[in-house]
């Protein structure tokens, strides 16, 4: 008996030393009560008004990013100390409840975040937290940006976009015209709207760029940081191709196709875009700074 109560706490088991599978498992069932509640909401469109759409690939992508990391994670140490755990994830409970009782969705999508943090701190300590660090981080894209920010920074943002877009299709010739957010283009007019240059696009192609970051983990922290901070500018020129393929496509082939299907095509665009001028200024990055043993 006390050795089969042995491995059942502190086995090196499929997660590792110091983990109670039992105990595991029943945190992870009360996980999932705590989450059905908050998909039903969403899939009955409560959400709608306050998410983007992107939020489950956010969510799929930060639980594979824990997955790649399993084994490391498991031949972690027990942690040597329950408290931090605890604390988090009582905490956790608090800002769910708190979101249920007043309806605020993102408290809930919050809360819903902490807990894997929670169960990795109680089980694993600081040492995975480190580890997996990244992992969490990425979820806070999922979160959808407060609205009155969204509506402060998103005028801006496609009156910028808007201006590049109207002025390179000028240089090359093309017949365009430029009024606010509107963008004439011969016969046709093209309103550049927020799906098209808005907060949201840039926040989803932010996570995009520094997700490829992590992935790559250059060992020059220099090119790591040039990288996550040059995707914000690489997400604006790939907003302002995309609103020039829009501008092309509607001069060239109609209204009807700008509107149509290349439309949404376009969106496609967008990201093969951004993803196109992250590699290249990475490998730009590589030719200019020294690799981490000093030489090129």
């Not at 705590?34 to 759409?53: F, I, M, N």
């Not at 490391?72 to 988090?88: E, N, V």
């Not at 365009?176 to 926040?203: D, H, K, P, R, W």
Request: glycine residues 12%; proline residues 5%.
């Amino acid at each position: 008996m006390s050795s089969a109560g042995g491995m059942a706490r502190g086995g090196p088991g499929p997660f590792g030393p110091g983990v109670d599978v039992r105990a595991l498992l029943w945190l992870l069932t009360g996980f999932v009560v705590l989450v059905l509640p908050v998909a039903w909401d969403w899939s009955q469109g409560a959400w709608l008004r306050e998410t983007q759409g992107h939020e489950p690939l956010i969510l799929g992508i930060s639980a594979w990013l824990v997955w790649l990391r399993r084994e490391a994670l498991a031949a972690l140490p027990a942690a040597g100390t329950k408290w931090p755990g605890l604390s988090l994830f009582a905490f956790a409970l608090l800002v769910y409840l708190g979101g249920r009782w007043l309806g605020v969705f993102l408290l809930e999508l919050f809360s819903l975040m902490l807990v894997p943090a929670a169960l990795l701190l109680y089980f694993k300590g600081f040492a995975a937290l480190r580890r997996a660090w990244f992992a969490f981080f990425f979820l806070l894209f999922a979160i959808p940006l407060p609205f009155p920010m969204v509506l402060a920074v998103t005028g801006p943002l496609k009156a910028a976009v808007s201006y590049v877009a109207a002025h390179a299709l000028a240089v090359v010739g093309y017949p365009v015209g430029l009024s606010g957010v509107v963008i004439t283009v011969g016969q046709y007019q093209l309103l550049v709207n927020e799906a098209c240059a808005g907060l949201q696009t840039m926040f989803t192609l932010e996570a995009m760029g520094l997700l490829y970051t992590n992935l790559m983990n250059h060992g020059s922290t220099l090119r790591n940081t040039l990288l996550a901070v040059l995707v914000v500018p690489i997400a604006f020129c790939a907003n302002v191709v995309r609103v020039m393929v829009l501008a092309l496509v509607t001069y060239h082939f109609g209204d009807a196709a700008g509107q149509g299907f290349l439309h949404g095509f376009a969106g496609m665009v967008l990201f093969l875009v951004a993803l196109v001028l992250v590699i290249a200024v990475d490998a730009l990055l590589g030719r200019l700074l020294p690799a981490p043993g000093g030489t090129r």
